[in-house]
């Protein structure tokens, strides 16, 4: 399967900046960064399909940017404008993509399969 290892979390101050890794032991076609914060369901913050189409959430978009070496390795989250709301746990998660016929795109799984640990981030004020 695939294995995820995870670096760059820390505490920042709001406005301050981190930019997330994930080596990924073997390229996916499928990657994305999710957070969760205590008490909270784990949310989906960015995904990228191929190192081509990226997707982010209402919630960081503008701040957050997804991206990936040219060797499809490693997966970055460039995080811009920190904000105390976006202090959570962040994992890095991979998995294969599917074609959908309907919209005739290459789509990630509604669950990944695979899961970096996890890593703090924290944004104090």
């Known amino acids: 399967q695939v294995q995820l290892v995870e670096s760059g979390g820390g505490s920042v101050q709001a406005g301050g900046s981190l930019r997330l890794s994930c080596l990924a032991s073997?390229?996916?076609?499928?990657m994305a960064w999710f957070r969760q914060a205590p008490g909270n369901e784990r949310e989906g913050v960015a995904e990228?399909?191929?190192?081509?189409?990226?997707s982010y959430a209402d919630s960081v978009k503008g701040r957050f940017t997804i991206s990936q070496d040219n060797g499809r390795r490693i997966l970055y989250l460039q995080m811009d404008s920190l904000k105390p709301e976006d202090t959570a746990m962040y994992y890095c998660?991979?998995?294969?993509?599917?074609?959908?016929?309907?919209?005739?795109?290459?789509?990630?799984?509604?669950?990944?399969?695979?899961w970096g640990q996890g890593t703090q981030v924290t944004v104090s004020s």
């Open positions: 998660a991979a998995d294969r993509s599917s074609f959908d016929l309907t919209t005739r795109t290459w789509t990630c799984p509604k669950k990944y399969n695979y």
């Open positions: 073997k390229y996916t076609s499928c």
């Open positions: 990228l399909v191929s190192d081509r189409r990226a």
